[in-house]
């Protein structure tokens, strides 16, 4: 069979669509039977038919004045928010794009190869969904194994958002998917196999996430069986009827492929409502550089889809409280706001208007939560005293949007009911965030609270609940009875878990990353123990508390974390990344901030204090704000910013105490959250959280499998959490395969290392010293503190960033040769060759800085059209793929010569060659089009006739086209002939010399045995692939 992308996973995938209520629109009548808007791509006959349909009495020029209204909209630039909001109805415009509330009765189309094409530039996404007629969705997908995996989509998918000429595609798309059609990797930070969903994106790179079903009932019983007409027909239409009996394709159509449960997750008609209606969200941020605000485009992260579902599952049960337990960094703020969305319309459908509040314990977190709903549009209710809170629960009427306040606001009288005044239409809802910390109870904060509205619904959110860590028996019950029911734990105070996604799910889904613990050296431990022995002599009986703020003890302990940190970026290369220092007590804090200001001539950093009773919290927060804006290094602390806290470049937490329980598990995870190509957060350990460490694991896993026994995903029962920490086998394994690839390799000296490298022509093993040199990067004060000499000896710190890539540019440029060199093009056009040929160094002169951008783009669209044209043996095509390589050749040989002459000759012949391949392919694509778009039959026309056009030999063609709907048939009936060579082309002999015979066509009788030989290679070639 044809084994490739088409085969193995896009035709599986257009088959699976129709199961699930798609109706297929060929390609080939996609123009014959339907009107396609080209500036957006929508199908403007179905988008008429479905407004008429939702908006009776709307008249046909309505019809053409909301699509004109829909036309400019996209053009704006906004990402498509003008767009999205007249899609849910409360936009401009009065027509109804979408019937929500009955969803099933839209119309829902797929098809594939629908270009979108603005002047020269266009792009063709693999398969396009509509609803209604409006393009809202496309896959792109890719065969399991390919080169790159996904890295290559990504690549080309952010490349085509920073296009403004596809603006109005980008902006109609809500949803994206990409696929190898593989399973994930959870090793696999890059994201390079599986199937991944993604909204838009304009600014910044698109944002890939997994999709783990959680709920296969919410739509299995959905999928139909396959309709063999329908697969008949998108066979038939991508010239793919060849396929349809082996046994290959059987296998991809099953539903549990990769590609196939991610479009059943997504496309499933009531998941695309929910999905469409509340998971997609604008972001308002700000540019830290110049201040000014630019648009992001968020979609709702899987945990918090199946969370928000929980939630409205529980109220369909009767259940008010309940608690989301989702691991820090995995968006619990946004999870509320979508929640709204999701709540409002769930109480609209039984009359009942919802009422929002966020609680929070303090004030730093009020006002992180103001910022993040405000940045979603969501109106924000502020309230600043108990007296506004208590005129608040007076007025039983609801107001749009949340709600942020302190639970410090709530006493006794701020009571909103009483059996005559209460309106029985209105639901308060609480959102209680970090509910892991001073919700006591006993307390009055908390019983006012719930006094406050007994009957509200109360959603407890926290990535740590408070848990019980007395004694256990065998099973995990605890043996005290009444410890737990006086204990303060999150599940007895706010209600069972609604739903859960911890530490372990977060990191292979790569929203955070594992931490390497890194003990402090034995010389540092030696010299502390000293000078522990002369503060005693010298001062007798001293607290711990005094002793570790002593000035002595200080001094060594920050000039380690000084060294460390400095050490730290230069070993990463990365000069961004921030520090913070635990410290045992506020004194110590004191101390250490004053040694480090009193010592900043000799180190040159910053840093900030931060203690709740240092300067005002204006000025706290002010800090804070620097230290996550890059501008401050380091922090101190005590106690402030252990939890809550949220700065994707703080990668190294100096641990200065011990922090105990959950506490503990809110301290490390500061420095978890992906930052750059960081693969780790480092924790230096001086306090040996270890055994502590253990404890709250074990602890958290019998809380787990208490309530989750049944659903733990294979993970390790007694290590839960474990996988939050790198482990020692992964460290061990990681040194021990570093100190084996670089043991030949010179690494104390950068230009021996280069001729070494540049010696080497076996690219597996360059790619194996690169990932060996990154290993020893990030564990290489583990290996320090293990004794791993051997390697230590071998590796300067301050050059592994440099070594690194070193390696990495000499693979770029082996990979180049390797392609233009390759007897295959393909090669050559997979490889984004204008990112290794034309990067200049020189960007002096301003015209010299605009020729190598123009150079970059002419030779990526080069790359481009070459790739895309399907007769690679055709000798027009050979001709400009020669030129092309020669060109780079040319320019890859002395590219440090660069002239503003010689880069405008470079840009001319760039520019003569794309001009010839694009209208080459023009040319194919029309021939393509005269034989129902298939490719094999336009090659064959063209072996005979070079210019390719038909109207040079119509009896050629008629011949050809004649013969094709014999063969065609033939195969249609019985596959199986295709097994034998011999066999087949005899078959395909009959059927054209039928056709020649019966008609008699002027075609010279002595081809005829060439085009059977050739028709037969053709047909076979795409039935094996090649």
């Known amino acids: 069979m044809a084994f490739n992308e ?65 036309q400019d909209e996209l053009g704006f630039e906004d990402l498509g928010r003008s767009f999205y909001k007249r899609l849910l109805g409360i936009g401009e415009g009065e027509l109804k794009l979408i019937d929500w509330d009955n969803f099933a009765k839209n119309k829902f189309h797929v098809t594939t190869e629908l270009t979108c094409r603005n002047g020269e530039d266009e792009f063709r996404p693999d398969i396009t969904i509509f609803v209604n007629g409006l393009p809202l969705s496309f896959i792109e997908v890719k065969k399991p194994n390919n080169q790159e995996g996904i890295k290559a989509e990504r690549d080309r998918i952010n490349a085509r958002f920073k296009n403004e000429k596809f603006r109005k595609f980008i902006n109609i798309t809500q949803l994206l998917v990409f696929s190898n059609n593989m399973e994930y990797d959870d090793a696999d930070m890059n994201k390079l196999f599986g199937a991944f969903y993604a909204t838009t994106a304009k600014g910044y790179d698109t944002q890939f996430n997994h999709f783990r079903e959680q709920k296969k009932s919410d739509y299995i019983d959905s999928i139909r069986d396959i309709d063999e007409e329908d697969e008949d027909i998108i066979l038939k239409d991508n010239n793919a009827t060849v396929i349809k009996h082996s046994p290959e394709f059987i296998t991809n159509k099953d539903i549990d492929t990769p590609t196939n449960r991610i479009l059943s997750s997504l496309f499933e008609k009531e998941r695309l409502r929910y999905l469409l209606k509340y998971a997609i969200c604008y972001v308002d941020e700000v540019n830290k550089e110049t201040g000014e605000t630019y648009v992001q485009k968020h979609i709702m992260r899987y945990p918090q889809i199946f969370a928000s579902k929980a939630i409205t599952a529980k109220l369909d049960e009767g259940v008010k409280k309940g608690v989301v337990w989702h691991t820090q960094g995995s968006g619990k703020t946004a999870l509320s706001f979508y929640s709204t969305r999701v709540m409002k319309d769930y109480f609209a459908k039984q009359g009942i208007i919802p009422k929002f509040y966020f609680i929070v314990d303090r004030i730093d977190l009020a006002n992180q939560a103001k910022d993040e709903f405000s940045k979603r549009a969501l109106k924000v209710h502020s309230i600043s005293t108990k007296e506004e809170l208590i005129k608040d629960f007076m007025n039983n009427t609801s107001t749009d949007g949340i709600t942020v306040l302190n639970i410090h606001k709530f006493r006794e009288d701020t009571v909103a009911l009483d059996n005559s005044g209460y309106d029985i239409n209105l639901q308060r809802v609480f959102f209680i965030d970090e509910a892991h910390r001073s919700y006591n109870p006993k307390g009055s904060f908390l019983a006012n609270l719930y006094n406050s509205d007994k009957d509200s619904v109360k959603i407890a959110l926290t990535g740590t609940p408070l848990i019980i860590y007395g004694d256990h028996d065998e099973k995990g019950n605890i043996k005290d009875a009444s410890q737990k029911e006086d204990s303060k734990t999150t599940r007895n105070i706010f209600g069972d878990y609604i739903h859960k996604y911890y530490y372990n799910d977060s990191i292979r889904d790569g929203y955070t990353l594992k931490l390497l613990r890194e003990e402090i050296e034995t010389t540092y431990k030696e010299k502390v123990r000293k000078v522990m022995h002369d503060i005693k002599v010298q001062i007798g009986d001293i607290n711990k508390k005094d002793l570790y703020a002593h000035e002595k003890y200080v001094t060594p302990m920050l000039k380690y974390i000084i060294d460390d940190f400095k050490t730290s970026r230069i070993r990463y290369g990365d000069r961004t990344i921030g520090g913070m220092v635990v410290c045992d007590s506020s004194e110590q804090a004191r101390e250490m901030f004053r040694i480090f200001n009193a010592t900043k001539d000799e180190h040159e950093l910053s840093s900030a204090l931060i203690l709740h009773d240092e300067d005002d919290k204006e000025t706290r927060n002010a800090k804070t704000k620097d230290f996550k804006d890059g501008k401050i290094d380091l922090l101190f602390v005590y106690s402030m910013l252990l939890t809550g806290f949220d700065a994707p470049r703080l990668k190294k937490l100096y641990l200065g105490r011990k922090v105990r329980a959950h506490n503990l598990l809110q301290t490390l995870t500061r420095v978890n959250r992906p930052y750059k190509q960081f693969k780790l957060g480092h924790v230096v350990d001086f306090a040996d959280i270890s055994a502590e460490f253990e404890v709250t694991n074990q602890a958290y896993f019998r809380e787990l499998n208490q309530e989750y026994s049944e659903n733990l995903d294979g993970e390790d029962p007694d290590n839960i959490f474990g996988s939050l920490f790198m482990s020692k086998p992964e460290i061990d394994q990681r040194i021990h395969e570093a100190q084996m690839a670089i043991a030949d390799y010179t690494t104390d000296n950068l230009e021996t290392f280069s001729r070494q490298i540049i010696a080497v022509e076996d690219k597996s093993e360059l790619n194996k010293l690169k990932k060996s040199l990154e290993s020893a990067r990030e564990v290489y004060n583990v290996a320090r503190l293990l004794g791993y000499t051997e390697i230590l000896d071998k590796l300067d710190f301050k050059i592994l960033s440099k070594l690194i890539t070193m390696v990495a540019d000499r693979l770029k440029l082996l990979n180049l040769r390797d392609a233009s060199n390759d007897v295959n093009p393909q090669e050559l056009l997979n490889t984004a060759i204008e990112d290794v040929v034309f990067t200049f160094t020189k960007t002096g002169e301003e015209e010299l800085k605009l020729l190598s951008q123009e150079l970059h783009s002419t030779a990526g669209k080069i790359r481009h059209e070459l790739e895309s044209n399907f007769n690679k043996k055709d000798p027009e095509w050979l001709e400009l793929y020669e030129a092309f390589r020669a060109l780079l050749d040319k320019h890859h040989i002395d590219p440090d010569s660069e002239s503003i002459e010689k880069m405008r000759f470079e840009s001319a012949e760039l520019k003569k060659i794309f001009d010839q391949i694009r209208e080459l392919n023009r040319k194919n694509a029309m021939l393509c089009e005269k034989f129902g778009g298939d490719q094999k039959f336009a090659i064959l026309f063209k072996s005979q006739q070079p210019t390719g056009r038909v109207s040079d030999n119509l009896p050629l063609y008629n011949l050809l086209n004649d013969a094709k709907a014999k063969i065609d048939h033939r195969l249609s009936s019985n596959q199986n002939i295709l097994s034998s060579k011999g066999y087949f082309q005899r078959a395909v002999g009959e059927d054209v010399y039928e056709t020649y015979d019966q008609n008699g066509y002027k075609v010279s009788p002595g081809i005829i045995g060439k085009l059977v030989q050739n028709t037969t290679d053709e047909y076979l070639n795409e039935y094996r692939g090649e």
Do not use: C, M, W
Request: proline share 6%; hydrophobic share 35%.
């Open 6 to 70: 088409d085969s193995r996973v896009k035709i599986p995938a257009l088959i699976h669509l129709t199961r699930l209520g798609y109706t297929y629109v060929p390609q080939r009548q996609r123009n014959l039977d339907h009107s396609v808007d080209t500036q957006s791509n929508i199908i403007t006959d179905i988008f008429a038919e479905q407004l008429k349909s939702l908006n009776p009495g709307v008249r046909p020029e309505q019809v053409e004045v909301e699509l004109k209204n829909i």
